[in-house]
C-alpha cells in the first residue's frame, strides 16, 4: 500500500516550458488534491477533484490545468512554466475527513 | 472567510523543554482543527485532530484543545526531543469536503 505517490521529485524547468506533475493514490478515494507550499505562506489549494471526472479551481488555480485521469491518478500541467511558480507542490488524497499527502515535487523554473 | 494564523518561527528549544506553538482561525460554520508535522524533506502527515468544541486531540505526546471562544487550537508538548524538530501546519476545515485551509507553519528546532 503505496499511499500517495508523485513524481518526478525534483525538476527544474526554463521560463516558457511545459511539463506535467504526476499523481496517483491505491486508497479507492474519490476526492484528490494538488497543492502548493511557499516559504512564510503555508499550502494553498491549486486544483482539486471531488470525483472521478469532476475538477474544480482552488484558490491558486491561475497557470495551471489539471486532469482526473481515473480514479487513482490527478496530474498537474504547467503550460507556460514561470519563476512564479517555483514551489513545492503536494498532491493529496482525502476519504471521509482524512487526508493523505504525497511526497512533494519540488520544481524550480528559471 | 476561513483563515488561519500561527505563531512566526522559527522557534528554537532546548531538548525537554515546555513547547507552545498558537494557532487561532476564523471560520464560517463549525470547522474541524488540525496540526500537521512535516519532517525535513518528506510531505505532511497527521499529527492530531479535534472535530468539535472543547475536544481535545493528542498523539506523541503533543496535545491540542479546540477553544471556540477564543477560535485557537494551540499545540503544546510537555518535553520536546530532538527528534521533533520539523514545520508544524495548523489548519482547518469547514464541512465534510476535504479542502484544507492551512497557516503559514511554524519551525521548530530542538537542540541536545
Known amino acids: 500500500n503505496a499511499g500517495v505517490t508523485q513524481t518526478p521529485k525534483f525538476q527544474v524547468l526554463k521560463t516558457g516550458q511545459s511539463m506535467t506533475l504526476q499523481c496517483a493514490q491505491d486508497?479507492?478515494?474519490?476526492?484528490m488534491y494538488w497543492y502548493r507550499q511557499d516559504p512564510g505562506m503555508g499550502l494553498r489549494l491549486i486544483y482539486y477533484?471531488?470525483?472521478?471526472?469532476?475538477?474544480d479551481k482552488g484558490e491558486v488555480p491561475n497557470g495551471y490545468n489539471v486532469s482526473r485521469l481515473n480514479k487513482r491518478e490527478f496530474s498537474l500541467r504547467l503550460e507556460s512554466a514561470a519563476p512564479s511558480q517555483t514551489s513545492v507542490y503536494f498532491c493529496?488524497?482525502?476519504?471521509?475527513?482524512?487526508?493523505?499527502f504525497g511526497p512533494g515535487t519540488r520544481l524550480t523554473v528559471t | 472567510g476561513n483563515s488561519v494564523t500561527q505563531m512566526e518561527g522559527p522557534v528554537t528549544l532546548s531538548e525537554e523543554a515546555f513547547l507552545t506553538i498558537n494557532c487561532t482561525y476564523t471560520?464560517?460554520?463549525?470547522?474541524?482543527l488540525f496540526w500537521y508535522v512535516q519532517y525535513p524533506g518528506e510531505g505532511l502527515q497527521l499529527l492530531l485532530k479535534?472535530?468539535?468544541?472543547?475536544d481535545k486531540g493528542s498523539n506523541k505526546g503533543f496535545e491540542a484543545t479546540y477553544r471556540k471562544e477564543t477560535t485557537s487550537f494551540h499545540l503544546e508538548k510537555g518535553s520536546v526531543q530532538v527528534s521533533d524538530s520539523a514545520v508544524y501546519f495548523c489548519?482547518?476545515?469547514?464541512?465534510?469536503?476535504?479542502?484544507?485551509?492551512f497557516g503559514q507553519g511554524t519551525e521548530l528546532s530542538v537542540k541536545p
Open positions: 486508497m479507492n478515494h474519490n476526492s
Open positions: 489548519a482547518l476545515r469547514v464541512g465534510q469536503g476535504g479542502k484544507l485551509i
Open positions: 471560520a464560517t460554520g463549525y470547522p474541524s
Open positions: 493529496a488524497s482525502s476519504e471521509e475527513g482524512q487526508t493523505y
Open positions: 479535534a472535530t468539535k468544541a472543547d
Open positions: 477533484s471531488a470525483s472521478e471526472g469532476t475538477t
